[in-house]
């Protein structure tokens, strides 16, 4: 799995999820097995793993290297489905849920897998092929200030309204097909200096529009605090600000024991605290992991416990 994806943070992300070696635990990340299979080099013959990948390339190729593991379960479902997928296999509570936000190297580095603005591929974008939107169809139909407002909204890039006009102006002289046809136009407009921040900021915000990436994210948050057995754990690695703040934000409203307005003399909210924060800062990558594996360099880790 090395030559396709090198796990990130792993033994901390190890160490903070399990607690319980005959307990049962969620992937929501499988990729290409390398937390999963230090989850189960870790738990006892009586623990239970379950994982899943919406990428079918990932959960083929993973299939075919832990589909044997008698205490393993493997699903090609979003992350998002976790009540489904517990339900499917009569679980009540778990006692950890992990989850690597994003994309593998792998689909970074395959160009079949259209992620990647330095190869040349068919603009797609879309982890769960099933999805009706590719990015082509978005760049070529969606208007302008529609355009705009993705890149802004999920790429926090400043050049949004510069970048969504010249492509209607390029659109009009026939389709944009390829990630490379994509990139060009965005090079045309953006100097050589801040190109490949530029175009990592574009294709990650059409990325995270045509996923649903946020909304997932939350659903999946929201759906985990439900399904976790008290003293059990959730981990989370991040790769960017915008997912970073939901999970930040949702462990920090989990951990409130009330919500009232500040002038309340007394408590008048149901809140109920459901969490607690294990990782007051983010856990950051050393920096001999970042020299080995570039793709570290931006990852959090934050955990929290339910209570
Ligand atoms: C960073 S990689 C995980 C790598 C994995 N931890 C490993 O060590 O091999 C992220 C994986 O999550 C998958 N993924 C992203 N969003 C998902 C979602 N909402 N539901 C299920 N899988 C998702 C991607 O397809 C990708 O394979």
Known sequence: MGDFHTPV?????????????????????LGFGGHSSKILETINKDGLLISTDVDLDAFNYSKSILG???????????FSKIKIIAKLESIKAFNGIFADLGIS??????????????KEAELDLRMDKTIKLTAAKLINTFAEDEISNIIFKYGEERNSRKIARRIIEKRKAGSIKTTTDLAGIISDIVPERFLNKTLSRVFQALRIYINKELNVLKTFLDDSVDLLAEGGRIVVLTYHSLEDRIVKEKFKYEALTCVCPKDYPVCQCDKVQRLKIITRKPVYPSPEEISINRRARSAKLRAAVRI
């Open 9 to 29: 943070l792993l033994n901390e992300s190890i160490d903070y999820l399990i607690t319980d070696k005959s307990g049962t635990y969620f992937d929501g990340t």
């Open 105 to 118: 190297s792998h689909q970074i580095d395959d160009p079949a897998s259209g992620f990647t603005f330095r």
């Open 68 to 78: 044997k593991e008698q205490n393993m379960k493997l699903y090609n479902f979003n």
